[in-house]
């Protein structure tokens, strides 16, 4: 209670005065009814396939749009998964065209990803299946084909992917009927109410962007909330649309979590960018309201490049009661490890470029995308600084797969807004503007994609494949570890068994190698003993166990390394 009042306290503190002045203003308004309650899509249910077809949907009320989704939704099931479980479910194309799901922000093993070189065809199902261990967050789902995607996601095929996790529930945020997942979508008025995909070449270069705002599918959407505190999941599932997220009387709210999860703490902001494919989680207080009153999530208006930058009213929040959510904000969050720049080891320049009006007319580094081609080799656990270099006048949301980066610089300035600081996998690069991230593929090895998330770019081929390496031959590496090393699996995933590597240069150290899970618990005791300098060779057999998470840790001489093996029955 104490506590509470204190947060409560300290999120109004710079803004509470502004927020009370601009009331007459019409930041704030009566409610007036009109409208549509926001909609909630049915959360996908534990052995239930997805079923891709085009079905009719009512979004404007009397009205039918015929959309390509999942499951006869739009948006799509939400799904939601615990940290630690596999996560498995059954693809089914039912429609004309070949699809994939992709799962944005998750990492997964290449054959899992939903590339457009792994599409399925019409008629044909497929399993996706994968372990989650990685951290509670809003992540998010879609078509990936092969020049399709723009097309399957306007036409409705998108959804959230929720984590969650016992590390979140510590720290005391709005949960169930307070956490409120909102992804939000742009749509042509001309075309109401069919969801037409039909870009003009305009449309191509600078991606197609409607006039009218959907949230979870809704126009014109209205929520009723109560005088509290509340969690908002924000996902920009827009083809093109970049959102200058605020609320109509300007307060501010607070910032918990970026594209990777929750960040090291909450931060204030009045406002933020939100470019497709971002997700950015927001607490918000509606106790300094009056009951009866309502005020409005929007887009404001912004230096309009293209198109971008229109005022929008996104979702009206009617105040109509005084429950409480029993949420807070908390002091602190979970904590980040930033990467040390003086651990980067070399730096990878991306130029992004526009010529011409053509296909093709959107590269990077003057390539456009050909799912035959690597071009990129990235050595596994390194720590790069890739450069997003924007040479043109629009907006590129650029989107890695398979990794999650931190931002570490816009144009040089190292002093970054509170959502570009935390676990990103999409970045918004500005006309002009050079971007610097910071990338350690830690995870799976494969093959991957980088490509721009306006989805007409991406579909233009502006996209790249990204190969990121699992050493299979450490006799080629470095030849001076400090003491000892312990290397990245191969293969990864694997099933049943995968090899352990790895090599000692003392004449004799005192070596443990075991296997814990994806808890901490031990699993196996692989070795223990004596052993001479050398390179050592393990083959562990994972046939006994349930598919996931595995921590393989040595320990030399009291000294500590562990590597994830990752098994997929
Ligand atoms: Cu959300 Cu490769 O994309
Ligand atoms: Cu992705
Ligand atoms: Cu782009």
């Known amino acids: 209670m104490k506590r509470r009042d204190f947060i409560i306290k300290s999120a109004l503190a710079g803004a509470a005065f502004s927020t009370y002045q601009l009331f007459p203003f019409g930041g704030v308004r009566k409610v007036n009814g009109v409208g549509n309650p926001l909609r909630f899509p049915p959360e996908l249910q534990q052995g239930e396939s997805l079923i891709f077809n085009a079905s009719n949907v009512e979004v404007w009320p009397g009205t039918t749009t015929q959309v390509l989704s999942l499951n006869n939704s739009y948006p799509c099931p939400t799904i939601r998964v615990q940290k630690g479980q596999n996560f498995s479910v059954l693809f089914k194309n039912q429609f004309t065209e070949e699809a994939t799901i992709h799962w944005h922000g998750l990492l997964v093993p290449e054959l899992m990803d939903g590339q457009p070189k792994d599409a399925v065809l019409p008629g044909n199902s497929y399993t996706y299946t994968f372990p989650i261990f990685q951290k509670a967050g809003t992540y998010f789902y879609h078509s990936h084909?092969?020049?399709?995607?723009?097309k399957h996601v306007y036409k409705g095929y998108a959804g959230f992917f929720i984590v969650e996790d016992d590390n979140e529930l510590q720290y005391g945020l709005p949960t169930s009927n307070y956490d409120i997942p909102l992804l939000i979508q742009d749509r042509h008025s001309a075309?109401?109410?069919?969801?037409?995909?039909a870009p003009t070449m305009m449309d191509r270069m600078t991606g197609y962007l409607g006039d009218v705002p959907l949230v979870?599918?809704?126009p014109e959407a209205y929520f009723e909330v109560q005088k509290t505190l509340y969690r908002f999941r924000l996902l920009n599932g827009s083809n093109a649309r970049i959102y200058k997220i605020a609320f109509s009387d300007n307060s501010p709210f607070w910032v918990i979590s970026t594209d990777g999860g929750l960040k090291d703490e909450p931060s204030q902001m009045n406002n933020l960018y939100l470019a497709p494919g971002e997700r950015v989680d927001i607490l918000f207080d509606f106790f300094p309201y009056t009951i009866g009153n309502s005020l409005t999530l929007?887009?404001?208006t912004f230096t309009v490049v293209g198109n971008q930058g229109l005022q929008m009213d996104l979702l009206r929040f009617d105040v109509v009661g005084n429950l409480s959510s029993g949420g807070i904000v908390p002091q602190n969050l979970s904590a980040i490890n930033y990467h040390n720049i003086n651990d980067i080891q070399r730096t990878r320049n991306f130029v992004l470029s526009q010529s011409g009006m053509g296909s093709g007319m959107h590269r990077i580094n003057g390539l456009t995308y050909d799912m035959n081609r690597i071009d990129e080799q990235i050595p596994f656990s390194e720590l790069e600084e890739w450069k997003f270099v924007n040479t043109t006048n629009n907006f590129h949301p650029m989107h890695v797969h398979g990794v999650m980066f931190q931002v570490y610089s816009r144009n040089g300035n190292t002093n970054l807004q509170p959502n570009d600081k935390g676990w990103?996998?999409?970045?918004?690069?500005?006309?002009?503007?050079?971007?610097?991230?910071?990338v350690k593929c830690n995870d799976y090895s494969g093959i991957y994609l980088l490509h721009c998330h306006n989805l007409e770019h991406e579909d233009d081929g502006m996209m790249l494949n990204i190969k990121f390496d699992s050493p299979t031959n450490i006799e080629e590496e470095n030849t001076q570890p400090e003491t000892f090393e312990l290397y990245p699996n191969y293969p990864n995933p694997f099933n049943p068994s995968t090899n352990i590597k790895y090599s000692l240069d003392k004449p004799s150290s005192s070596v443990k190698l075991s296997i814990f899970n994806n808890n901490g618990e031990l699993v196996e005791n692989i070795f223990e003993g004596t052993q001479s300098s050398g390179v050592f060779s393990v083959e562990w057999n994972a046939a006994n166990y349930s598919s996931g998470n595995y921590?393989?840790?040595l320990l030399v001489d009291g000294l500590l390394k562990s590597i994830k093996l990752s098994y997929i029955k």
């Open 216 to 218: 979870n599918g809704t």
């Open 298 to 300: 929007q887009s404001q």
């Open 191 to 197: 075309y109401q109410p069919q969801f037409t995909y």
């Open 424 to 438: 990103k996998d999409t970045v918004l690069v500005n006309p002009n503007e050079t971007v610097s991230v910071l």
């Open 145 to 150: 084909a092969h020049h399709l995607t723009a």
């Open 551 to 553: 921590f393989c840790s």
